[in-house]
């Protein structure tokens, strides 16, 4: 088990960036880990995953292109760069960790994430 603290959140104008991180209080080398958003009055939606290595990255449609995931297993720390960022990208953004190896569609899947932070807010105004 790990703990996930997120932070990089905050209000950006539409076509801008932001770089979400996430750090956790233990070693995160044997874990697939995954973005999650929600946003208000939605389900928890799959964002992006990248496997132990980080060889493995998956993206969800509506991300490809904009958003990077990626990872530093030395520090510890799982990243997200957004870049392009429209307005329906604003949501609580949840990272999460699970002990399990997945693949495609796999990770897209909440509930086979064992650990989870407490969320970042991302707001993007138009």
């Known amino acids: 088990q790990v703990q996930l603290v997120e932070t990089g959140g905050r209000l950006v104008q539409a076509g801008g960036s932001l770089r979400l991180s996430c750090a956790a209080s233990?070693?995160?080398?044997?874990?697939?880990m995954g973005w999650f958003r929600q946003a208000p009055g939605k389900e928890r939606e799959f964002v992006a995953a990248?496997?132990?290595?980080?060889?493995?990255?998956y993206y969800v449609d509506s991300v490809k292109g904009r958003f990077t995931i990626s990872r530093d297993n030395a520090k510890a720390t799982l990243y997200l760069q957004m870049n392009s960022l429209k307005p329906e990208d604003t949501a609580v953004y949840y990272c999460?960790?699970?002990?399990?190896?997945?693949?495609?569609?796999?990770?897209?899947?909440?509930?086979?994430?064992?650990?989870w932070g407490q969320g970042t807010q991302v707001t993007v105004s138009s």
């Open positions: 999460a960790a699970r002990s399990q190896h997945c693949s495609g569609y796999g990770c897209q899947i909440a509930d086979e994430y064992d650990d």
């Open positions: 990248i496997s132990w290595a980080g060889v493995s990255t």
């Open positions: 233990g070693r995160i080398s044997n874990y697939n």
